[in-house]
C-alpha cells in the first residue's frame, strides 16, 4: 500500500452528499435505520447487479450499475456532486472496498459512511480465528501468487478470491507448492441463505462448484520439501531460476542492507539478470516497487516467472539495455547497478536520475566496473566495502575454503542539490 495524499477540501460540500453503505448477504434486513433512510432519500443509487437487488425494496432514486472501467462510475459520482447519492458496498467499504477508491477523489466531510461487517470479519467469526492473528488478503482481481509470501506452517490465512475458481487454483497452488497438507476451508455467500462452509485438504481438493462469492481459509502446513519464503534478505540461490547471472545470496544480503527499502519506495533493478534483487526488495513490505531493467529477453522472461513464483508479480520488467532503456521510467528512490555499470553513460544516467536523497549501490566483479566505482567514489564520495566469501568444499578426502570473486560494492546517497559534472 502506498501513502495517499488528502483530497482537496476545497471543492466539499457544506454537509455531506455522498452516503457509502455496506449491504450483506441478508439485504436490508442487516442495514440500520439511518442507512435505509439514506438509500430511500437518494436521487442516485450507485452499485453491483447484486448490491441493486439486494436493496431493492427502498431504492426511489435512479439505479446505476457499474461501468467498466470504474474510473467512468466515478467519474459519474462525481458529477453528481451535491445531490444525495448513495453508493452501495459488499461489507466494510472501506477494507478493500469501493469506500478507498472514492476516498481518494472526495473529501471525507462531504461523505457519510455505514459499514456492515467484511468478508473477513464474518469468516473469523465462523471459524473462531482472531482477526489480529490472521493474514488478511483479498485475490479478487488480483493474482493468486500475492499469497506465497505467507506460506507458512502455522500461519492462518483468509483470502477473498475473484470467482467461483479461486478455491479450486489456491488448492493446485498450495499443493504444488509443497502445501498439500494445509487445510483449506471454503466459505460462500456468508451471512445470506445460501451460505454454506467446506473444509478440504488442499492437495485433495474435490468441491464440485463453489459459490462465486468466496472467502479461503487456509491453515498452513508445509512439508519438508516446501518453497518456504524466509522473511530476512538473502534467501536460497536454489528458490530462483537463473543462469548464473544471480547476486548470490551473500551479496545480495548485504546489498539489500545498503538499499535500505522504505515504505513505498521504488528501484531501478539495472542489469537485473534473474531479477532477484528486485524481488527481494518487493518482499521487504507490499508498498515497495521494483523496475527491473535487462536486455536480454530470455533473462527479462525469467524474471517475471521468478517474480510470480516469489508472490511479487508486480515487478515490472523493462526490456532494453541502460542508459537509452532508463528514460520515461518514473524517478527512483534507490537503483541497484549489478549489470552493465561499465558500459558507457549507464552510472551517468542513473546518477542523474535517481531522486535527491536516494540512494544508489553498484556492485563490481570484473577490474573494468572496479575501476568506474573507484573513479566515481573519489569523485563523490560514498562508502566502498569489498566483499569476500569462502566457501567450504571437498580437497580431496579433506575440506578446504574455495573463495568466490570478489565484490567491490559503492554505496551512496544522492545529495539535496547534486550537480551532474
Not at 147 to 171: E, K
Not at 353 to 361: A, C, Q, T
Request: with cysteine.
Amino acid at each position: 500500500m502506498r501513502c495517499l495524499s488528502t483530497p482537496d477540501l476545497s471543492l466539499s460540500a457544506a454537509a455531506p452528499w455522498l452516503s457509502i453503505v455496506g449491504i450483506g448477504e441478508d439485504g436490508l434486513a442487516g442495514l440500520g435505520d439511518e442507512a435505509k433512510t439514506a438509500i430511500g432519500a437518494a436521487e442516485l443509487v450507485f452499485g453491483g447487479a447484486r448490491h441493486l437487488e439486494l436493496a431493492d425494496g427502498a431504492i426511489r432514486g435512479e439505479r446505476h450499475g457499474w461501468l467498466s472501467p470504474f474510473e467512468r462510475s466515478v467519474e459519474a459520482v462525481l458529477a453528481a456532486r451535491g445531490r444525495p447519492v448513495v453508493v452501495l458496498a459488499s461489507g466494510d467499504p472501506f477494507f478493500y472496498g469501493v469506500g478507498v477508491t472514492l476516498s481518494r477523489r472526495i473529501a471525507r466531510a462531504e461523505m457519510r459512511v455505514f459499514p456492515a461487517p467484511s468478508a473477513f470479519s464474518l469468516a473469523a467469526s465462523r471459524l473462531g480465528w482472531a482477526l489480529q492473528d490472521t493474514v488478511s488478503l483479498s485475490l479478487h482481481g488480483r493474482p493468486i501468487d500475492l499469497i506465497r509470501p505467507h506460506l507458512h506452517s502455522g500461519c492462518r490465512i483468509l483470502a477473498l478470491t475473484s470467482d467461483s475458481d479461486g478455491p479450486a487454483a489456491l488448492a493446485a497452488l498450495l499443493a504444488d507448492s509443497g502445501f498439500g497438507a494445509s487445510t483449506l476451508t471454503v466459505l460462500e455467500a456468508l451471512g445470506g441463505p445460501r451460505e454454506r462452509v467446506s473444509s478440504h485438504r488442499a492437495e485433495h481438493f474435490a468441491l464440485a462448484e463453489a459459490d462465486m462469492l468466496n472467502v479461503c481459509a487456509i491453515e498452513v502446513l508445509a512439508a519438508e520439501d516446501a518453497r518456504l519464503l524466509a522473511y530476512t534478505p538473502g534467501l536460497d540461490d536454489g528458490l530462483f531460476e537463473h543462469d548464473g547471472q544471480i547476486t548470490k545470496r551473500e551479496v545480495r544480503a548485504l546489498t539489500l542492507s545498503a538499499l535500505a527499502p522504505k515504505r513505498g519506495q521504488l528501484l531501478w533493478d539495472i542489469g537485473a539478470g534473474s531479477g532477484s534483487i528486485g524481488i527481494e526488495w518487493m518482499l521487504a513490505d507490499p508498498s515497495l516497487r521494483a523496475i527491473a531493467i535487462e536486455g536480454n529477453l530470455g533473462r527479462a522472461a525469467r524474471i517475471r516467472r521468478n517474480a510470480a513464483n516469489f508472490g511479487v508479480p508486480g515487478l515490472s520488467v523493462v526490456e532494453g539495455t541502460a542508459p537509452d532503456a532508463l528514460a520515461g521510467l518514473s524517478a527512483p528512490d534507490a537503483i541497484f547497478i549489478g549489470g552493465g555499470g561499465s558500459e558507457a553513460g549507464v552510472m551517468e544516467a542513473a546518477i542523474a536520475g535517481l531522486k535527491s536523497g536516494g540512494r544508489l549501490v553498484a556492485n563490481g566483479v570484473t577490474t573494468e566496473m572496479e575501476a568506474v566505482l573507484l573513479a566515481h567514489h573519489a569523485r563523490l564520495g560514498g562508502a566502498l566495502i569489498r566483499i569476500d566469501i569462502a566457501r567450504a568444499s571437498p580437497v580431496g578426502r579433506m575440506t578446504g575454503w574455495r573463495p568466490a570473486m570478489p565484490v567491490t560494492q559503492w554505496s551512496w546517497v544522492k545529495p539535496a542539490k547534486q550537480i551532474e559534472g
